[in-house]
Structures are given as structure tokens and as C-alpha cells.
């Protein structure tokens, strides 16, 4: 078995242009700048992707990568990364999927893939230990993700495990997800560029060989991990409910988006209670070796929707299939879930934008002339499963808002830009900024746009009491918690582990020490060390943004939240605003040792070891 | 049965409006469950918040004592004088 530790110390770079392929070792001092994971993906995308690249043309690249424990023992940590420059946002595009592919990619010998070029006709790859090739996919093309993935399945035998495209991707919506099972890599449009190399699938075959560097010692800290995870309160809820009662808490506190960022509650939101969701549930499912199995299979029995399945609706896809339409039908939203899995479209973004487009109908900035007659009125969660083939398939109104809501609101004209829900260009997740204002600042600073999951305020929603408790009205003086958020994660990332695992007590002291027994690189086991290698990530991803133009006007939150009170319905924290953007901006720029236009200085970059990045 | 003792018991902004925005409060008690059961006679309103129809903790509220969690059988923690008390949401995320 090659590689050092539970690095595979090899990357598979394929040019799918010219077919061929290329194995690489890694950069020792690569790794031990930026550890595995999210720092690789970073790196790489960086160094190789040159300046200004059309997202979609075939000089951009696709980074598939894995993290140091991928196919390890340890729990919560095997998921995957796709790094890109994102056709959504034109920045750094990162999105992290679970399930088993990642594990596979590793068993096969690889830390992570390089994709370049562009096949000639849809293609997929397929890898085993043994070798490679590019293989004819013209029989998937047109296919959903399911189908993708069983006939694959079929074709490669079980022991087989697929990445790949639906639809959605092939028709270059901007927004397309990669899946592996009902798995997402939901954002940032990493399907999308997938799609515009048409390459339909990743078909893994493999079997399980993975080795750390001290076997004993590493399988004593993942037996330490499993007790903290059993002991762990939060863990052992997160295993009953998945996500699935987020919305319980969001409701409550005035922050679940409704109707395009105009209310912070559903009026009836009970009726979609996580209680409400376990009457559906039929199963669970997890990602590879997690004893968690945080998925929950939802089934409709009866009504409209019946026999609709989804294997894993998670808070964001329940919120922004019900507050974007006024609607707190669960059936709707377990059918929409199961049509954008197959898509292969993220559901943030898809909702979203249908979100967008309800606000417009009732506006009249658009009419049913647009929409083939389909009545875009809140309440009427029946448009939406058609609202989402026709984006899929870019068909009428939908191949203006495949096109996400910034670029689709310039189509549209007649004021719809102000009412374009998105930072940088991606469609924002399912909190309120007025009501969540860390989680707000949170995803204005983003690297990759509005995600939540780039730093999650557990402080603010939670009430987590680490490093300090805060108040989610306040303001620049949160922006020390924003910035610690970003970093630990970034950090996690390095793993991969899960987001929702952060709180299980493991990271980031056991965290490190499982660092040092997979690797054999001590200074992993300081954690200042690794705090240190998160907020580099973070910084090389800002370096990546600044290099494409990132100003400061694009860590702004959408003037809605600026100028329009927040109307909770009863809730909570009514009539809250972002009064100080710019004060938040200044204190966080000083904090991060960024310049007053958001660039890293020359001191950050020195004091992280940058400095080769920053000439530009 | 050890003798009361004055604890404090953080409020979290989510049960703040419960409180009339109390945010924090001094009880006395020798266990975590006396001590939230004085919060909930000093806020009643807030006891639905925290506890089922049964009298048990919900399962998603979190109580950490002196930061470190007080799971399992979080109502039994034995506390002592000066104790800080944090009600926090066991979620993981959305």
C-alpha cells in the first residue's frame, strides 16, 4: 500500500481534453502548511487556475478531495470537498458532500483528483485501484442522479460508488449540485462545472485499504471520540432528528425566512414541526462509517405527493421550500427534495430563486404569460414542483432564473434587483441576518457566498456559551465570534469532518491528536498550530477572491436587511435592521488583519507564511 | 440532602422574552433541576420552554454547569455555591 500515514500521497490529475492522465505525490510542505481537505483544495485551486478563468469554459478546473481522515475509523469525518471557481459567484466555489464517495476515492489510491479540459462528448470516469479511463456516457446523458447511479452500480458491479450530474447540470444551471446517493455538493454551481466539461459521473470501484500512521493509537482516540459522541447531548438529538426540527427554533425566534426575506415566520409552522416530520419518516442513512446516521428517509403515503421519497430532507431544503411560497405543506417539500436530488440541483439556491420569483409574480414584474400560466401566489406549493423541472430544463421563466437570482434580476429589469435575495451571488441560506445578525455577517463575509455553514453562529442560535455567550442583535461587536467561527471551520474541514460534529466535544483538542496519529506530523497535535493552518485556508480563499476583484462592496448584505424592518409575526426581535454594516466591516477587516478594501495585508500574510500568494 | 446554595442561572435570549429580558438570575438549590425549578416559579412561562408535559427536560435543551455539560441525568448534577448554570439548544446545526 502506497502513501505515508493516511495520506494516499498521490493525486490523479485528468485532462479530459487530451485523455490523459497524470499521477502526482504530494508537496510535503503543502501539507504541512495547509494539513489535507479543504487547505489542499484551496491550494491547489489557487496555484492552478489562472486568473480571470471563465467558470464555465474548459480552462477552469474541478478539485475532488479528500480529507486526512476519509476512510478512516473516525466517525464524522469521512466526507468529501469540491473546489472550483464557482459560475455562480465567479469566487473560490467550495461545496462538502457526505456519504461514501470520498472513502472510495481514497481506497483507490487517491488524496484527491485534478479535472482540466473538456471531453469532446459526455464522458464519465471511471477509476479502480488498478488504473483509469475515460469512458462514453452518451446512454446517461439526460438521465437523473438515481438512475446514473444504478445503472453505474449495475454496469461496475456493487462495490461501486458514483459522483455524478443530473439534468440540471447538463443544462448548465448555475446551480447544479454533484451527488452521490442522496447526497449533495450542493453549492457554489460545482455540478455546473461538471456539466460544462460534460462529464456525467466519477464511478469509483474499490475495496477498503486505508492505513494511519500509528494504527493502535489512532483506533484508542476514535473509541475516545465514540464515548464522547455517546455522552454528548446535542449528538445524541442530532442522531434522533437530523435537522429536521431546526425550524422549531428559527420559528420561535422570528429568523425563519419567509416569503423572500420578508417575514421571520410561517404562521402556521407547527404544521411542519420536526415532530411533524418523524410521522414520514421511513429509515435513516449515513455517511461512511459514521455510527450517527444523522439522514432521515422521509416517504409520502397518501395525497398529491404520494410515493414521494427523499432520502435526507435537511433544514435548509424544509425552509426554503416552505418560507419562499408561505407554505408549511412537509409533503411539498419532501417531493421537491426528491425532484432536485435527481436534478442534481442544490436546494438552497433552488428555492430560493423560486422564492425570488413568487415575490416578482405578486409584484407583477412577471405574470402567468411567464410562467406558462402556473400561479405563483404564496400558499400554492403546487407551482413548485414544475417550477423546478422548467429550471432544470431551462424552459420559459426558468432559464432566466437557472441563472440564479443576481444575474436573472438584470434580465428582468423593472426593479427586480431589489429583491434578489443572494451575497456574491449565491442564494442565501436559511436565516434571517436581522434576527441572526453573527449568522449574518457570517455569510456576508463568506468566501463563497451566502453559506451558513462557513462559520454557523452556534453562539446566536443556539445559545452555545463558547468562547463567550452573545447577543444575536449585536452587531461589529461580534465580529471576533464571526471570524473564530470561519477559522474552526475551516479547520474541521481539513478532516473532513461533518459541521454538525463540531460540537461533540472532539474537536478541536481529540480533533488534533487523531491528526497527529493518522499523519505522524506532531505539530498537528498543537492546536494553536491548526487554529493557525483554519485561518490560513481562510485567508489563501480571500487572496483567490481578491485576485478575481472582490471588493468591499461584495461583503454587503442585500439592502432588504439594511433598510426594511424585520416583521417576526410575533416573534421575537420584530422590527430589527442591520444598523452598522459598515462598522461590522471595518472592526472585522482590522480583526482579520485585512486592509480597509478587504485584502489580507502584507503583516497577515507574512505572519501566515502567504507572502508568495499576495503579489498581485 | 446537602444544604441550598446560591447558584447563578444564565438566561438564554431565547427564553429572555419569557423573562421580561431578565438575563441572568440567583437561585438557590443542590441540584441543576431545584435550580431550574426556581426559574420556572420566578418565569412560569418559561417552563414549557424547558420541560415536556411529563416533567422532563426536553430533549433538546442542554443545561452546561461551569461550562462543561451536564448530560446524562443532567436534573441530578449536584451543584454547588458559585456554579454558573447555561441553558443552551442541543442542536447541531441546519
Known amino acids: 500500500m502506497r502513501g505515508f500515514g493516511a495520506y494516499k500521497d498521490r493525486a490523479l490529475r485528468i485532462n479530459l481534453t487530451a485523455r490523459i492522465f497524470t499521477e502526482e505525490a504530494l508537496d510535503r510542505d503543502v501539507i504541512h502548511n495547509f494539513i489535507g481537505g479543504r487547505g489542499f483544495g484551496i491550494y491547489n485551486l489557487y496555484k492552478e487556475l489562472t486568473p480571470n478563468t471563465e467558470p464555465l469554459s474548459e480552462s477552469n478546473k474541478l478539485f475532488f478531495v479528500t480529507g486526512v481522515f476519509t476512510g478512516t475509523s473516525a466517525q464524522a469525518a469521512s466526507r468529501w470537498i469540491v473546489f472550483t471557481k464557482s459560475p455562480?459567484?465567479?469566487?473560490?466555489?467550495?461545496?462538502?458532500?457526505?456519504?461514501?464517495?470520498?472513502?472510495?476515492?481514497?481506497?483507490?489510491?487517491?488524496?484527491?483528483?485534478?479535472?482540466?479540459?473538456?471531453?469532446?462528448?459526455?464522458?464519465?470516469?471511471?477509476?479502480?485501484?488498478?488504473?483509469?479511463?475515460?469512458?462514453?456516457?452518451?446512454?446517461?446523458?439526460?438521465?437523473?442522479?438515481?438512475?446514473?447511479?444504478?445503472?453505474?452500480?449495475?454496469?461496475?458491479?456493487?462495490?461501486?460508488?458514483?459522483?455524478?450530474?443530473?439534468?440540471?447540470?447538463?443544462?448548465?444551471?448555475?446551480?447544479?449540485?454533484?451527488?452521490?446517493?442522496?447526497?449533495?455538493?450542493?453549492?457554489?454551481?460545482?455540478?455546473?462545472?461538471?456539466?460544462?466539461?460534460?462529464?456525467?459521473?466519477?464511478?469509483?470501484?474499490?475495496?477498503?485499504?486505508?492505513?494511519?500512521?500509528?494504527?493502535?493509537?489512532?483506533?484508542?482516540?476514535?473509541?475516545?471520540?465514540?464515548?464522547?459522541?455517546?455522552?454528548?447531548?446535542?449528538?445524541?438529538?442530532?442522531?434522533?432528528?437530523?435537522?429536521?426540527?431546526?425550524?422549531?427554533?428559527?420559528?420561535?425566534?422570528?429568523?425563519?425566512?419567509?416569503?423572500?426575506?420578508?417575514?421571520?415566520?410561517?404562521?402556521?409552522?407547527?404544521?411542519?414541526?420536526?415532530?411533524?416530520?418523524?410521522?414520514?419518516?421511513?429509515?435513516?442513512?449515513?455517511?461512511?462509517?459514521?455510527?450517527?446516521?444523522?439522514?432521515?428517509?422521509?416517504?409520502?403515503?397518501?395525497?398529491?405527493?404520494?410515493?414521494?421519497?427523499?432520502?435526507?430532507?435537511?433544514?435548509?431544503?424544509?425552509?426554503?421550500?416552505?418560507?419562499?411560497?408561505?407554505?408549511?405543506?412537509?409533503?411539498?417539500?419532501?417531493?421537491?427534495?426528491?425532484?432536485?436530488?435527481?436534478?442534481?440541483?442544490?436546494?438552497?439556491?433552488?428555492?430560493?430563486?423560486?422564492?425570488?420569483?413568487?415575490?416578482?409574480?405578486?409584484?407583477?414584474?412577471?405574470?402567468?404569460?411567464?410562467?406558462?400560466?402556473?400561479?405563483?401566489?404564496?400558499?400554492?406549493?403546487?407551482?413548485?414542483?414544475?417550477?423546478?423541472?422548467?429550471?432544470?430544463?431551462?424552459?420559459?421563466?426558468?432559464?432566466?432564473?437557472?441563472?440564479?437570482?443576481?444575474?436573472?434580476?438584470?434580465?428582468?429589469?423593472?426593479?427586480?434587483?431589489?429583491?434578489?435575495?443572494?451575497?456574491?451571488?449565491?442564494?442565501?441560506?436559511?436565516?434571517?441576518?436581522?434576527?441572526?445578525?453573527?449568522?449574518?455577517?457570517?455569510?456576508?463575509?463568506?468566501?463563497?457566498?451566502?453559506?451558513?455553514?462557513?462559520?454557523?453562529?452556534?453562539?446566536?442560535?443556539?445559545?452555545?456559551?463558547?468562547?463567550?455567550?452573545?447577543?444575536?442583535?449585536?452587531?461589529?461587536?461580534?465580529?471576533?465570534?464571526?471570524?473564530?467561527?470561519?477559522?474552526?471551520?475551516?479547520?474541521?474541514?481539513?478532516?473532513?469532518?461533518?459541521?454538525?460534529?463540531?460540537g461533540w466535544e472532539w474537536f478541536p483538542v481529540l480533533f488534533c491528536k487523531m491528526l497527529v496519529a493518522a499523519t505522524g506530523i506532531q505539530e498537528f497535535g498543537d492546536v494553536n498550530y491548526a487554529m493557525k493552518a483554519g485561518e490560513r485556508i481562510i485567508n489563501l480563499e480571500r487572496l483567490f477572491n481578491v485576485r478575481e476583484g472582490l471588493q468591499r462592496k461584495d461583503d454587503y448584505l442585500p439592502k432588504r436587511f439594511l433598510e426594511e424592518p424585520l416583521d417576526t409575526r410575533g416573534a421575537p426581535g420584530n422590527g430589527q435592521v442591520v444598523k452598522h454594516m459598515d462598522k461590522f466591516i471595518d472592526r472585522y477587516y482590522e480583526l482579520r488583519g485585512w486592509t480597509a478594501e478587504g485584502h489580507p495585508s502584507r503583516q497577515k500574510l507574512a505572519e501566515l507564511g502567504l507572502q508568495e500568494f499576495g503579489c498581485f | 440532602m446537602s444544604a441550598e446554595v446560591g447558584i447563578t442561572v444564565n438566561i438564554p435570549q431565547f427564553i429572555q422574552h419569557l423573562t421580561n429580558n431578565t438575563k441572568s438570575v440567583e437561585v438557590i438549590g443542590s441540584t441543576v433541576g431545584e435550580c431550574l425549578e426556581k426559574v420556572c416559579l420566578r418565569f412560569p412561562q418559561t417552563k414549557d420552554s424547558l420541560f415536556d408535559k411529563d416533567g422532563v427536560l426536553k430533549a433538546n435543551i442542554l443545561i452546561y454547569v461551569n461550562r462543561k455539560s451536564a448530560y446524562p441525568n443532567e436534573l441530578g448534577r449536584p451543584v454547588k455555591e458559585g456554579d454558573i448554570l447555561d441553558i443552551v439548544i442541543a442542536l447541531a446545526g441546519g
Open chain 1, 88 to 502: 455562480l459567484t465567479g469566487y473560490v466555489g467550495r461545496s462538502v458532500a457526505g456519504g461514501d464517495f470520498g472513502a472510495w476515492l481514497k481506497f483507490a489510491g487517491y488524496d484527491y483528483l485534478i479535472i482540466e479540459g473538456k471531453a469532446s462528448r459526455p464522458s464519465y470516469l471511471y477509476i479502480t485501484s488498478e488504473g483509469y479511463e475515460i469512458r462514453d456516457a452518451e446512454d446517461l446523458w439526460g438521465k437523473g442522479t438515481k438512475e446514473t447511479q444504478e445503472r453505474l452500480t449495475e454496469r461496475h458491479g456493487k462495490n461501486t460508488r458514483v459522483a455524478c450530474i443530473g439534468p440540471a447540470g447538463e443544462h448548465l444551471v448555475r446551480y447544479a449540485a454533484i451527488m452521490t446517493k442522496e447526497r449533495a455538493a450542493g453549492r457554489c454551481g460545482v455540478g455546473t462545472v461538471m456539466g460544462s466539461k460534460n462529464l456525467k459521473a466519477i464511478a469509483i470501484n474499490a475495496r477498503r485499504n486505508i492505513a494511519v500512521y500509528e494504527p493502535e493509537a489512532f483506533s484508542e482516540l476514535v473509541k475516545e471520540q465514540i464515548k464522547m459522541f455517546n455522552n454528548n447531548k446535542t449528538c445524541q438529538h442530532h442522531k434522533a432528528m437530523g435537522t429536521t426540527d431546526t425550524q422549531d427554533v428559527t420559528n420561535s425566534f422570528g429568523i425563519f425566512p419567509t416569503r423572500n426575506f420578508r417575514y421571520g415566520r410561517l404562521i402556521d409552522w407547527q404544521k411542519m414541526s420536526g415532530q411533524e416530520y418523524l410521522k414520514y419518516k421511513i429509515g435513516n442513512d449515513g455517511c461512511y462509517n459514521c455510527s450517527i446516521r444523522c439522514g432521515h428517509i422521509h416517504y409520502v403515503r397518501e395525497g398529491p405527493y404520494a410515493g414521494s421519497r427523499s432520502g435526507g430532507t435537511e433544514y435548509e431544503t424544509i425552509c426554503l421550500f416552505t418560507g419562499s411560497v408561505d407554505s408549511s405543506n412537509v409533503e411539498a417539500t419532501i417531493a421537491s427534495n426528491q425532484i432536485c436530488n435527481d436534478m442534481g440541483l442544490d436546494t438552497i439556491s433552488t428555492g430560493g430563486c423560486i422564492g425570488f420569483a413568487y415575490e416578482l409574480y405578486e409584484k407583477g414584474i412577471i405574470s402567468k404569460n411567464d410562467t406558462d400560466g402556473l400561479e405563483l401566489t404564496y400558499g400554492n406549493h403546487a407551482a413548485i414542483a414544475a417550477m423546478i423541472k422548467k429550471i432544470t430544463y431551462r424552459q420559459g421563466v426558468g432559464d432566466i432564473l437557472a441563472e440564479g437570482t443576481m444575474r436573472a434580476a438584470r434580465a428582468f429589469g423593472r426593479g427586480a434587483e431589489n429583491f434578489a435575495m443572494h451575497i456574491k451571488g449565491m442564494e442565501i441560506s436559511g436565516y434571517d441576518p436581522r434576527g441572526a445578525k453573527a449568522q449574518g455577517f457570517n455569510m456576508a463575509t463568506s468566501n463563497i457566498g451566502a453559506s451558513h455553514n462557513y462559520g454557523y453562529a452556534v453562539q446566536e442560535i443556539f445559545g452555545v456559551p463558547f468562547p463567550r455567550p452573545i447577543s444575536r442583535f449585536d452587531e461589529e461587536e461580534n465580529a471576533d465570534i464571526v471570524i473564530g467561527n470561519q477559522n474552526t471551520k475551516a479547520l474541521l474541514e481539513v478532516g473532513i469532518g461533518c459541521e454538525f460534529s463540531q
